[in-house]
């Protein structure tokens, strides 16, 4: 299932992005986010399964929330209260395998090519 990744751009801390991720066909798999900075291993960021379980990584919690659009095979990142720490290249995930494998990389099957987020102090 290709994946097409959008939304990044540069802003202010403090600001909010968000950011979308369509694949190329209405597919039921749980689609999810991870992002990769400078010199860092990609992590994850948030998840959303087909049974409808949301997962976030703890520094996101409370400013970031992952929503899907089943009719437009989207799922979505609103990204708020930006800091320069969340500055990465953020990718855009689907089929997970195990459902406890969530913040694997491995654990997925499709990737999107990715997205630049960038926040400045």
């Known amino acids: 299932v290709p994946l097409q990744a959008c939304g990044g751009g540069l802003v202010q801390a403090g600001d909010s992005l968000r950011l979308s991720c369509a694949a190329s066909?209405?597919?039921?798999?749980?689609m999810g986010w991870f992002r990769q900075a400078p010199g860092k291993e990609r992590e994850f960021v948030a998840a959303?399964?087909?049974?409808?379980?949301?997962y976030y990584e703890d520094s996101v919690k409370g400013r970031f929330t992952i929503s899907r659009d089943n009719a437009a095979r989207t799922v979505n990142l609103q990204m708020n209260s930006l800091k320069p720490e969340d500055t990465a290249v953020y990718y855009c995930?689907?089929?997970?395998?195990?459902?406890?494998?969530?913040?694997?990389?491995?654990?997925?099957?499709?990737w999107g090519q990715g997205t630049l987020v960038t926040v400045s102090s």
């Open positions: 959303v399964t087909r049974s409808g379980n949301i």
């Open positions: 066909r209405r597919s039921g798999y749980s």
């Open positions: 995930a689907a089929q997970l395998g195990r459902e406890t494998s969530y913040m694997m990389t491995s654990a997925w099957g499709y």
